[in-house]
């Protein structure tokens, strides 16, 4: 009984705890609005300064390096450099200050055939596993991957049961840039023929990566609490990447399959926090990219050219979603406005 | 924890369908989480409120803007009105435990999804100011499991309508490693549900708020004790249709996520502790009364080991009543750190 009671008595200990680094949490980001106020305050002075600087220089046949519409602070270092360029570039009016932080690109892609070993996931009347087909498109999908720039680790290449925290766990220590899960739906009613794509829980916080873009300018805070900053910045970052792969990869399995199997239904992009998605700290989407339990889909599914197309579309989707990222060179650069 | 006379400690959870609250004076209610307020002058003449809760707003709602201000367990984004709203429930559900007009302190434990994000727990916090004196907020699945003293090798699954909030209880405060959410809960079963029917029966009338009371009189899993035959309209006239597959297809919709998330978490667990935890696994919120549930449940579970599944006796207050117990074990101090 006693130790129960001092069970429950660190329990609450601990409740109070959090509940009081919440409240931390939440003056630490009236500070930050604070900053962010000073921040845009010396940044005008700052802009001001530059364009008067630059002025100045043009007129002796110098040019800024500061281009309108994508002002930053540290392109005051570059104003003094002895450059000669052509005299008549116009100094238009500063945008909008470019607010993206650390510049994201998409090399290694860990792909993740859902399900295997003693876990088959969902059978079809016909005996057909989920585990294996998602191997099957996974492996295909390797290949194409191959084929490109990527680098691409399977969570399994052989029918082995691997957890879901094994699976985590794996793309988190080998550092992937993506994380791309493969499942079959299996539904009722049979009939339906649906296509859907996850990512993980979106965003209560927009204005998060906003002030940690500031914040990383203007550091007033000790190393842990930047840290904690980031982390947050970067967990709303991720769930927007991931809503971009989703969007991009949902489409181009729907484009490319629709002609093949007319009754697709297009469910489109979806949240959930599925272990997978919730674990890794990566954009990560799950992909159900057929149905067991309608007889139509699981004939397709054992037509070698179908599986092929899956993965061709998945490939696509995925290069799509990371030649967008690494071209464009900054975050918020995804389709549908992200 | 004795507290004075001044002081009053409630539990509520804040559900996506329902609400509930226990108090220490011994009230316990419980509310459908809709507000509405009225459209125009005209149904405001007629409806005699400013604003309607619960299960009254339901049957105004032609007449109102109603809201039902919680989604996933958490207030839904970027909306004032639903923030609003929120906090209309809030202040329902201590009116009813009838302390108005007394200068008694309010002290209040809110379940909120174990994985809500801090700042959905700033707005709940945020909504309670001006309803509540101290506020402290707990994961939902942690109220259950602190009501039912599953403290230790426990799990406690916590299937409302927004979500299912599954957590391993291992003598400590639950880490972000021990709790998941998933969305499989209520409304998932009630959209699938609806798609399933509007599928099977096109030339039927579907609405979402019949398709609930269907769902909570005759919900199963497994195999049908009876067949379910429900009264709808088409073209105008009244039909009567089957919708026993349905709806335990819809049903059995959250059985794979929820025991595959299970799974996960056991297997967290040290792995002498496993099947303690398997046999004290304790089923609650309202979508656990679902017909035949923890059977399919220890079933889907069956590889792991034989589970022991138990439904908590009140489910729709086993969060409140826990929130109410940790309420109450809370020292003066502590509370004091929380005043809002």
């Known amino acids: ?338 | 924890m004795a507290h004075d006379d001044e002081t009053i400690c409630v539990g509520i959870d804040l559900g996506t369908s329902r609400s509930s609250i226990s108090a220490s004076n011994g009230a316990r209610h419980v509310v459908d989480s809709y507000v509405g307020w009225p459209l125009d002058m005209v149904a405001r003449k007629v409806i005699k409120k400013d604003v309607l809760i619960g299960r009254e707003a339901l049957e105004s709602r032609s007449m109102l803007d109603l809201r039902r201000p919680l989604e996933n367990g958490v207030i839904k984004d970027g909306s004032e009105r639903d923030a609003q709203a929120v906090r209309e429930l809030l202040r329902h559900l201590v009116s009813l435990i009838g302390i108005e007009g007394k200068q008694q302190k309010l002290r209040a434990v809110v379940g909120v999804p174990a994985e809500a994000m801090k700042t959905s727990r700033l707005r709940i916090r945020a909504a309670m100011d001006g309803i509540a004196d101290s506020v402290m907020l707990v994961s939902e699945p942690f109220a259950v499991a602190y009501g039912t003293e599953a403290l230790l090798h426990a799990m406690v699954i916590d299937i409302g309508a927004g979500t299912a909030d599954i957590c391993v209880m291992q003598g400590r405060y639950p880490t972000e490693d021990d709790q998941r959410t998933l969305p499989n809960a209520g409304d998932s079963i009630d959209q699938r549900l609806l798609a399933s029917l509007q599928e099977h029966h096109p030339h039927a009338q579907f609405a979402i708020h019949a398709i609930r009371d269907w769902k909570e009189k005759w919900s199963f899993v497994g195999e049908p004790r009876r067949r379910v035959v429900v009264t709808t309209a088409a073209d105008g006239k009244p039909i009567e249709i089957d919708i026993t597959d349905d709806m335990r297809a819809a049903c059995e919709s959250i059985v794979a996520p929820i025991s595959e998330t299970v799974r996960d978490l056991v297997a967290r667990v040290e792995p002498e502790y496993q099947q303690r935890v398997l046999n004290n696994v304790i089923l609650s919120g309202g979508t656990s009364l679902i017909g035949g549930l923890p059977e399919v449940l220890k079933s889907a579970l069956s590889e792991l080991g034989k589970a022991q599944i138990t439904l908590v006796q009140d489910p729709v207050f086993a969060g409140s009543d826990g929130g109410l117990a940790i309420a109450r074990d809370a020292s003066d101090g502590d509370w004091d750190k929380l005043s809002l």
């Open chain 1, 1 to 338: 009984m006693r130790s129960l009671e001092n069970t429950k008595r660190q329990m609450i200990r601990a409740v109070i705890e959090t509940n009081l680094e919440n409240r931390t949490a939440k003056v630490r980001r009236k500070r930050l609005r604070w900053q962010m106020l000073r921040w845009a305050r010396a940044s005008l002075v700052t802009v001001t300064a530059v364009l008067a600087i630059s002025s100045f220089v043009i007129s002796r046949g110098k040019t800024p390096s500061i281009i309108a519409g994508n002002v930053n602070t540290s392109a005051v270092h570059h104003v003094f450099e002895p450059r000669t360029v052509e005299p008549s570039v116009p100094l238009t009016a500063p945008g909008d200050v470019n607010l993206s932080i650390l510049p994201l690109s998409v090399k290694r892609i860990v792909i993740d055939a859902g399900h295997g070993g003693n876990q088959p996931g969902a059978i079809s009347s016909t005996g057909l596993a989920e585990k294996d087909v998602t191997l099957d498109i996974a492996l295909r999908l390797r290949r194409l991957m191959k084929q490109s720039s990527f680098e691409v680790l399977l969570t399994r290449e052989t029918d082995r049961t691997v957890t879901l925290a094994d699976r985590v766990a794996f793309a988190n220590s080998n550092k992937a840039d993506l994380f791309v899960s493969i499942h079959i739906n299996s539904l009722q009613p049979h009939s339906i023929r649906p296509l859907e794509t996850y990512y993980v829980g979106a965003s209560n916080d927009p204005q998060v990566l906003q002030l940690a873009s500031l914040e990383n300018r203007q550091s007033g805070y000790s190393l842990s609490e930047y840290r904690q900053l980031l982390e947050k910045v970067y967990l709303d970052v991720r769930r927007n990447e991931s809503r971009a792969l989703a969007i991009t990869v949902e489409a181009a399995l729907y484009r490319s399959l629709k002609p093949l199997n007319p009754k697709l239904d297009d469910r489109g992009v979806k949240m959930a926090p599925f272990a997978v998605l919730v674990g890794t700290q990566m954009p990560a989407v799950l992909a159900e990219v057929s149905s067991v339990t309608n007889d139509e889909d699981v004939k397709l599914l054992n037509d070698e050219q179908y599986k092929e197309k899956i993965a061709v579309s998945l490939f696509e989707g995925i290069s799509k979603y990371a030649n967008n990222l690494n071209s464009s060179g900054k975050r918020g650069d995804a389709p549908n406005g992200t």
